[in-house]
């Protein structure tokens, strides 16, 4: 059996692709991995990016978009190694680990390996049996897809993590789900086997939604029956917002949210009772902080709007009832 299936959920990164597969294949050269890609209906050139290494990888492309979790849980179920991993675009393998990666997975027969990445988790290597401890001490990290490793076993039955997909986490719901019905162990390994992967568009699109998706995190939890303690139940939450990205959900990243993310005022009423989990920013002064930063950026181009292109300088007035055009 194939020790480590490399998986790639992707979507119009046919650009980050023509980087990011040479690399993958140089790190993973003679060891027993397959590699497969499922292409999310991209409409870019991710398909022709693709079709160059058809000898290396096993290309799949989807009908229809079927959304990021639909496309992991798919992933999962082509599997055909001991161990399988979804790898996102921001994220690749150490090179000078990668053998010792190997060697943990051909010699270890854990249910899930959580594996670390750089300046991430600073906790010594574990076996964790207990859901409370996981939640407290990795819940936050395993957000992360690149984060766990799963043994072919617990993906026997792949149609009883479909009810996950709504979470938009259906790879760490998997895992919890495990832990809580089958008893299944997960062992952490502090090395940092994930590295990032820098491009210009690697970055990850999850910002653009950040408050839906803390929404589905706790709605995720609230629904997962067993024996979780209140206080950790939604304490991993609050770290991820928290402690571990002090940055977030404060005024600055409430006018970053409007200003690049489209954020907007009805969110904070539509997701109002989530906002108690992971904002420590109540929701109706991230309404009024959205609300004067549309204000800033809005009213004054609303009135006077001058651009130029080279010698030409374009003034709109009153949101462009009135226009002038002239050369300088």
Same mark, same amino acid.
């Given at each position: 059996?194939?020790?480590?299936?490399?998986?790639?959920?992707?979507?119009?990164?046919?650009?980050?692709?023509?980087?990011?597969?040479? *690399? =993958? @294949?140089?790190?993973? /050269? +003679?060891?027993?991995?397959?590699? $497969?890609?499922?292409?999310?209906?991209? &409409?870019?050139?991710?398909?022709?990016?693709?079709?160059?290494?058809?000898?290396?990888?096993?290309?799949?492309?989807?009908?229809?978009?079927?959304?990021?979790?639909?496309?992991?849980? *798919? =992933? @999962?179920?082509?599997? /055909? +190694?001991?161990?399988?991993?979804? $790898?996102?675009?921001?994220?690749?393998? &150490?090179?000078?680990?990668?053998?010792?990666?190997?060697?943990?997975?051909?010699?270890?027969?854990?249910?899930?390996?959580?594996?670390?990445?750089?300046?991430?988790?600073?906790?010594?290597?574990? @076996?964790?049996?207990?859901?409370?401890?996981?939640?407290?001490?990795?819940?936050?990290?395993?957000?992360?897809?690149?984060?766990?490793?799963?043994?072919?076993?617990?993906?026997?039955?792949?149609?009883?993590?479909?009810?996950?997909?709504?979470?938009?986490?259906?790879?760490?719901?998997?895992?919890?789900?495990?832990?809580?019905?089958?008893?299944?162990?997960?062992?952490?390994?502090?090395?940092?086997?994930?590295?990032?992967?820098?491009?210009?568009?690697?970055?990850?699109?999850?910002?653009?939604?950040?408050?839906?998706?803390?929404?589905?995190?706790?709605?995720?939890?609230?629904?997962?029956?067993?024996?979780?303690?209140?206080?950790?139940?939604?304490?991993?939450?609050?770290?991820?917002?928290?402690?571990?990205?002090?940055?977030?959900?404060?005024?600055?990243?409430?006018?970053?949210?409007?200003?690049?993310?489209?954020?907007?005022?009805?969110?904070?009423?539509?997701?109002?009772?989530?906002?108690?989990?992971?904002?420590?920013?109540?929701?109706?002064?991230?309404?009024?902080?959205?609300?004067?930063?549309?204000?800033?950026?809005?009213?004054?181009?609303?009135?006077?709007?001058?651009?130029?292109?080279?010698?030409?300088?374009?003034?709109?007035?009153?949101?462009?009832?009135?226009?002038?055009?002239?050369?300088?």
């Amino acid at each position: 059996m194939t020790t480590l299936s490399i998986l790639m959920p992707v979507y119009n990164v046919g650009d980050v692709l023509e980087e990011y597969l040479p *690399k =993958l @294949l140089d790190i993973t /050269k +003679g060891y027993d991995i397959e590699i $497969i890609i499922v292409d999310n209906n991209s &409409n870019d050139n991710t398909q022709q990016v693709l079709e160059k290494y058809s000898d290396k990888i096993k290309y799949f492309k989807n009908e229809k978009n079927i959304g990021g979790s639909g496309n992991c849980l *798919k =992933l @999962l179920s082509l599997a /055909k +190694g001991k161990y399988s991993i979804c $790898i996102g675009k921001n994220r690749i393998f &150490n090179k000078e680990l990668f053998s010792k990666l190997i060697n943990l997975l051909e010699t270890s027969d854990y249910d899930f390996i959580s594996v670390n990445s750089p300046y991430r988790v600073q906790l010594p290597s574990k @076996l964790y049996t207990d859901i409370n401890d996981i939640l407290d001490n990795l819940g936050w990290h395993l957000t992360l897809v690149s984060s766990i490793i799963f043994n072919k076993r617990v993906l026997k039955d792949i149609q009883e993590y479909e009810k996950y997909i709504k979470s938009e986490l259906v790879h760490s719901a998997i895992l919890y789900h495990c832990v809580l019905n089958k008893n299944s162990k997960v062992y952490f390994d502090s090395r940092p086997f994930v590295d990032g992967f820098n491009h210009k568009n690697s970055a990850s699109q999850w910002m653009g939604e950040v408050v839906v998706y803390m929404a589905k995190m706790v709605d995720l939890m609230t629904e997962l029956k067993g024996d979780i303690k209140k206080e950790s139940r939604y304490k991993w939450i609050k770290d991820l917002s928290g402690k571990n990205h002090a940055y977030w959900f404060n005024v600055a990243f409430y006018k970053k949210l409007e200003r690049e993310c489209g954020f907007k005022i009805y969110h904070c009423f539509k997701y109002y009772k989530y906002f108690k989990y992971f904002s420590p920013t109540h929701p109706l002064k991230a309404a009024s902080i959205v609300f004067f930063e549309r204000l800033k950026i809005n009213i004054p181009k609303f009135f006077f709007n001058k651009t130029k292109k080279g010698n030409t300088r374009n003034i709109k007035l009153l949101g462009g009832l009135i226009n002038y055009s002239y050369t300088k």
